[in-house]
């Protein structure tokens, strides 16, 4: 077991290093100085500020310091905005980001699983057939046209919901709902596959053989172990929410972590690109990282591989 | 309980008749042309593929048969409702939306399948190495694939993009450089999959004709998953696109693009609902035809599917 | 002895896309309290839906239940839903399934798949039903069953697996036990152990069995008749001396001649019977044994035979039997056997016209 999640960690940690490692020199490899973007400097000040930032020193010292500082969890200041640090952004954005993504989350999880159970328990009926042309319609449709269209509908055409910004909870459906379409779906798809094949096993016809009802078959025997995929889908699940906020918080006009991002990237302010990604990609790692944790506490049959291997 | 009469000559013994035993009752089919059954039964996988071949034809004939030009500014007739001179209107430049969205639809449709089929060269050659010399090799270049799989895609996408620069080929650069890992795998696992087929192969080379079953069973069968992947690679694509025009990231101007005309269009949502409208469609038309043949594909591809 | 299950005339067929599959044809037999019947035939012949359609656990659709009647203690289960059927199943019929390793849930602990049989047939408390799942376990041989049913079922190996599935059979006291392949999948020493505990069980427990397998071999040992099915039909049926001692159907020969024995393995004799079971979607004209029947009549490619009675337990469904067929010697490994038993009519008698 701790063998099974000790090589787990690794390869996460190996993945993290390669994305700071890509990140750190294909940042180098960027069009023009982060200071040169606009404003001329007079060529002292620039030379000051380089030795500010310590792009004086040759790259190997600047890679290592940039790993030493990750490592305490600094990832640097803003090249664009004085005084402004990536943690300053950070810890202003990603609160509201994570509300949004949680809320997302939850949609896509309660609703995909119940239409993708639906599917599978009415096989080759309607209620089949309509889940999953609203799912694969919920594929086809990409968040920021989804955002718009919910924003066009409910905002603007009924007036029943707010267009944009964060102050209350009305605020937040749209956003939440754009965002979890897809995955919605996907879990959708993956939860209906997932039951079918389920009940296919034997082990469901030695529950309906044991007299128990449709119910309980349904709830206790399928469902927990149709669970297993999409409990492995939770890692690109968050990957999937929070590419899908940079639009998202965008259009909606929210205050978070993927407005910021967004704000950097249209700036070309490389320090915040940098640093954010790299907190972004700490955060999948770790979130992959936990679901696996999670699929080895549910699945029993886990645990029997990882000491096998051990022994 | 009657005796029955005039059946004396019925009783004597005839044995077993191997003619009435070996009856073929099902006529056998090549494989393609069961997966093509299997595959013009999906209703919706017909209708993706109707709704592909339609788009498809409007990408090469749409921009011609209007009069207007994509890239032409006409600021007098600036975001004109649709009428009949301009079928889908025209944005704030005046261009014709009807001209932008198939041309659009050329470049779209050329990102989405450059990438697919960039990725399925590197697939091929680094999943292909892998799987055939098997062993160290394989497993050091999965492992490598591996660590690389880690990687959020679409972050490392916009770095790239960021990087290299807006333009098409930078653009389906970055998305091939990300793209490939999940080919590849596809790949080597069908690799793996033939080589053990290879002593069926072997085998049969003395007696049976092995071209034809190489032909008809070993590549058709190798070739499913590899397809259904390639398939569902375009839409990826296309979304990726559209994306990346949302976070400013997109083709420069003039160039249009499913993905930058409604990156445009959003912001006159509220007054101007078409410019955003049109370019919006198409995409999700686009993506749902790919998603539905690529689902149907696998369907009709996967003997253990079809019943 | 007083009828526990009565199968008249089923009929069971299945739609697929090789067109409509007619898996059951007509088969009638009845099961009495404390016996066991075993059923017989070469897989495809019918005899896992015959008992699946008994429990009807067979999907509908694509199945459906064209005819017949299937009676229990003399109420007709066939037209009953599947909510009524929620009180019959794991109470009055349980089944045990072929593949012990498929057949339990893998992420549920094996004592709590006990015990909601338990539960759901029995109102008792949770802890009396765990208290019977430990000595159901202990019962089906399982050693430190305190320990075992706290684990999960990768944790118990194939046999062991079998022994658990046979407790969750019978934890609610089932008045039928219905058997499919149970020990198929398993290895050989192993077999031996299960068929020795079904054994000891059904004199422990009194419950009818219907035991359904593949292997003429084990029915020997653990039934009291035999039912042999072909191609959806059954084809002779019988107690255990007679289809062994003074089988009739041709079809039963051949299962006889390629049964090995201690002798016919010696003298290498063991004979196959040619050919495959007909597709059931186009059942063939006549027996559909005829083919691959080496002793087969012009009638047999004509019309189906009818049902011959030769004993008062004893029927054979082949032309073979009627007044004016040859007399036919059956193959060395079955006269070998052959002896004269108490009962057996003086002639064949016609039972059912075609």
Known sequence: ?311 | MSALPNKKDKFVVVGSQADHAEKINKPSLSFWKEAWLHFKKNKLAMFGALLLIVLITMAAIGPHIVKYDYATNDLMNSNQPPSKEHWFGTDDLGRDVFARTWEGARISLFIGIAAALIDLAIGIIWGGIAGYKGGRVDEIMMRIADILYGIPNLLMIIILMVVLGQGLGTMILAMTITGWIGMARIVRGQVLQLKTQEFVLASRTLGADSRRILFKHLIPNSMGPILVTLTLTIPTAIFTEAFLSFLGLGLNPPLASWGTMASDGLPALEYFPWRLFFPATFICLTIFAFNVIGDGLRDALDPRLRK | ?354
């Open chain 1, 1 to 311: 077991m701790i063998k099974y999640f000790g090589k787990r960690f690794f390869y996460m940690f190996l993945s993290l290093l390669v994305i700071i490692t890509a990140t750190f020199f294909l940042m180098r490899l960027a069009p023009g100085n982060p200071f040169t973007s606009e404003k001329q400097l007079p060529p002292e000040i620039e030379a000051n500020l380089n030795a500010h930032y310590g792009l004086d020193q040759p790259w190997y010292v600047q890679y290592f310091d940039y790993l030493k500082r990750i490592a305490t969890w600094d990832f640097g200041p803003s090249f664009k905005y004085k005084g402004q640090t990536v943690n300053d952004i950070i810890s202003e954005g990603f609160p509201v980001s994570l509300a949004l993504g949680i809320e997302a989350i939850f949609i896509a999880l309660a609703l995909g699983v119940l239409l993708g159970v639906l599917a599978a328990l009415y096989h080759n009926k309607w209620q089949d057939y309509s889940s999953m042309i609203f799912a694969v319609v919920g594929i086809s449709v990409p968040s920021f046209i989804m955002a718009a269209l919910l924003q066009y509908i409910f905002a603007i055409k009924l007036q029943v919901l707010p267009v944009a910004r964060w102050d209350s909870f009305a605020h937040t459906i749209l956003p939440a709902l754009a965002l979890a379409t897809t995955p919605l779906a996907f879990i959708a798809r993956l939860t209906r596959s997932s039951m079918l094949e389920v009940l296919s096993n034997d082990y469901i016809k030695t529950a309906k053989a044991k007299g128990l009802s449709r119910g309980v078959i349904t709830v206790k025997h399928a469902v927990r172990n149709a669970m297993m995929p999409v409990v492995s889908y939770l890692g690109p699940l968050s990957a999937g929410i929070i590419t899908g906020s940079f639009v998202i918080e965008k259009i909606f006009g929210i205050p978070g972590l993927g407005s910021h991002f967004v704000t950097s990237i249209q700036n070309r302010d490389y320090t915040v690109i940098m640093g954010v990604t790299v907190f972004y990609s700490i955060l999948l790692l770790l979130s992959i990282f936990i679901v696996d944790i999670i699929y080895g506490l549910i699945d029993p049959r886990i645990k029997l591989r990882a000491h096998k291997k051990g022994a």
């Open chain 3, 1 to 354: 002895m007083e009828k526990l299950l009565e199968v008249k005339n089923l009929e069971v067929g299945f739609q697929t896309y090789g067109g409509y599959v007619q898996a059951v044809r007509g088969v009638s037999f009845d099961v009495n309290r404390g016996e066991t019947l075993a059923i017989v035939g070469e897989s495809g012949s019918g005899k896992s839906v015959t008992t699946q359609a008994i429990m009807k656990l067979i999907p509908m659709p694509p199945g459906e239940i064209r005819n017949g009647q299937i009676l229990l203690d003399g109420e007709d289960l066939v037209p009953k839903t599947s909510k009524q059927m929620e009180k019959i199943l794991g109470q009055d019929v349980s089944m045990i399934f072929q593949d012990p390793m498929t057949s339990l849930n893998p992420t549920m602990r094996v004592g709590a798949q006990i015990t909601e049989v338990i539960l759901k047939h029995n109102n008792v408390s949770k802890e009396t039903a765990n208290k019977k799942a430990i000595e159901l376990l202990e019962l089906v041989g399982i050693p430190r069953a305190e320990e075992r049913v706290r684990q999960y079922p990768h944790q118990f190996s194939g046999g062991m697996r079998q022994r658990v599935m046979i407790a969750i059979a019978l934890a609610a006291n089932p008045k039928l036990l219905i058997a499919d392949e149970p020990t198929t999948a398993l290895d050989v020493t192993i077999q031996a152990q299960i068929l020795e505990l079904m054994k000891s069980i059904k004199k422990e427990v009194g419950s009818s069995i219907i035991f359904i397998t593949h292997d003429l071999g084990v029915v020997a040992n653990v039934a009291d008749r035999v039912a042999v099915m072909y191609a959806g039909q059954i084809v002779e049926i019988g107690t255990v001396d007679e289809i062994f001692y003074d089988p009739r159907h041709p079809y039963t020969w051949g299962l006889m001649a390629s049964m090995p024995s201690l002798e016919t393995v010696d003298e290498g004799q063991l004979e196959a019977i040619p050919g495959t079971p007909p597709d059931l979607t186009n059942p063939p004209k006549g027996d559909a044994f005829a083919p691959r029947n080496p002793y087969a009549l012009q009638i047999d490619y004509e019309e189906e035979p009818p049902m011959f009675q030769v004993s008062p337990t004893h029927f054979a469904k082949t032309w073979l039997l009627h007044p004016e067929a040859p007399r036919i010697d059956p193959p060395e490994a079955v006269l070998k056997n052959r002896r004269k038993l108490a009962g057996t009519f003086e002639k064949p008698v016609m039972v059912m016209e075609v």
